[in-house]
C-alpha cells in the first residue's frame, strides 16, 4: 500500500510539474528584437518585435575575452514552440512631463506593399516591425510619432514643421497582448553637433 501511494505523489507531483513548465514555457515572450531604418523623401525609425522560441535546458551568451570572442550564443537543451502573442497592440508615451499616449502601427508587407494595423497576431519566431519616429528626410532636423498616411504605402503622415518635436526626447514604448502588457523598452532621438538626428530604439541606435 506504501509503494502505491509512493508512486501515485510521484505521479500526480510530475504531472504537475510538467504542465506547470510546459505552460510556462509556452507563453509568448516578445523581446525588442533589433531595429531598423529607411531614407528617402521621408526618413522612418522602426523597432524590431519578435516572439522567442523558448528553451527548456540552459543557454550561454556570448563570451568575450581581452576583446577576442570566444564563442557566440550557445543553447542546450530542448526547444520549445511557445503559443502565438494575440491580439498585440503597441502605444508610445512620453517618458516624462504630460505622458501623453499615441498608438503605434504594426507595418506588414503584403502584396509588395507596405499594409498598417493596429492589432496583429505574432507567432513563435516571427519578427514583427513596429514604426516609431517618422521625419522629413534626408536632413530632418525635427521628427514625429511615426503614423501612417493611409492603411496601405510607404508615406507617413507629418504635421506641419512648427508642429514637430525637436531633439532630444525620449519615449517610452509599451507592447500589450489580449490587453495585457509584457514588453515595455525605451525610444530616444537625440541630435549631434553637426544638427545630424539619432534614433535609439531599445538597445540598438542609428543616423536618423
Given at each position: 500500500m506504501k509503494d502505491w501511494t509512493i508512486l501515485l505523489l510521484g505521479a500526480v507531483f510530475g504531472f504537475f510539474i510538467n504542465e506547470v513548465l510546459s505552460r510556462f514555457l509556452r507563453r509568448p515572450l516578445l523581446r525588442n528584437t533589433g531595429s531598423s531604418g529607411?531614407?528617402?523623401?521621408?526618413?522612418?525609425?522602426?523597432a524590431v518585435v519578435g516572439?522567442?522560441?523558448?528553451?527548456?535546458?540552459?543557454?550561454?551568451?556570448?563570451?568575450?575575452?581581452?576583446?577576442?570572442?570566444?564563442?557566440?550564443?550557445l543553447q542546450f537543451g530542448l526547444p520549445i514552440e511557445r503559443d502565438t502573442a494575440k491580439d498585440c497592440t503597441a502605444y508610445i508615451e512620453e517618458a516624462e512631463g504630460e505622458r501623453r499616449r499615441r498608438v503605434l502601427y504594426w507595418a506588414k508587407i503584403e502584396n509588395g506593399n507596405w499594409s498598417y494595423v493596429h492589432s496583429t497576431d505574432i507567432a513563435?519566431?516571427?519578427?514583427?516591425?513596429?514604426?516609431?519616429?517618422?521625419?522629413?528626410?534626408?536632413?530632418?532636423s525635427r521628427f514625429a510619432v511615426f503614423e501612417p498616411a493611409?492603411?496601405?504605402?510607404?508615406n507617413p503622415r507629418l504635421p506641419a514643421q512648427e508642429n514637430q518635436i525637436i531633439p532630444p526626447a525620449s519615449f517610452n514604448v509599451v507592447v500589450s497582448c489580449r490587453g495585457r502588457p509584457i514588453l515595455k523598452f525605451r525610444a530616444r532621438m537625440t541630435k549631434d553637433l553637426t544638427g545630424r538626428l539619432y534614433a535609439h530604439i531599445g538597445e540598438s541606435s542609428g543616423t536618423f
Amino acid at each position: 500500500m506504501k509503494d502505491w501511494t509512493i508512486l501515485l505523489l510521484g505521479a500526480v507531483f510530475g504531472f504537475f510539474i510538467n504542465e506547470v513548465l510546459s505552460r510556462f514555457l509556452r507563453r509568448p515572450l516578445l523581446r525588442n528584437t533589433g531595429s531598423s531604418g529607411s531614407s528617402g523623401q521621408f526618413c522612418v525609425a522602426s523597432a524590431v518585435v519578435g516572439n522567442r522560441p523558448g528553451l527548456m535546458g540552459l543557454q550561454l551568451d556570448e563570451t568575450t575575452f581581452l576583446g577576442k570572442r570566444i564563442h557566440g550564443p550557445l543553447q542546450f537543451g530542448l526547444p520549445i514552440e511557445r503559443d502565438t502573442a494575440k491580439d498585440c497592440t503597441a502605444y508610445i508615451e512620453e517618458a516624462e512631463g504630460e505622458r501623453r499616449r499615441r498608438v503605434l502601427y504594426w507595418a506588414k508587407i503584403e502584396n509588395g506593399n507596405w499594409s498598417y494595423v493596429h492589432s496583429t497576431d505574432i507567432a513563435c519566431g516571427e519578427n514583427v516591425t513596429l514604426p516609431i519616429f517618422a521625419g522629413e528626410g534626408p536632413n530632418a532636423s525635427r521628427f514625429a510619432v511615426f503614423e501612417p498616411a493611409s492603411n496601405i504605402g510607404n508615406n507617413p503622415r507629418l504635421p506641419a514643421q512648427e508642429n514637430q518635436i525637436i531633439p532630444p526626447a525620449s519615449f517610452n514604448v509599451v507592447v500589450s497582448c489580449r490587453g495585457r502588457p509584457i514588453l515595455k523598452f525605451r525610444a530616444r532621438m537625440t541630435k549631434d553637433l553637426t544638427g545630424r538626428l539619432y534614433a535609439h530604439i531599445g538597445e540598438s541606435s542609428g543616423t536618423f
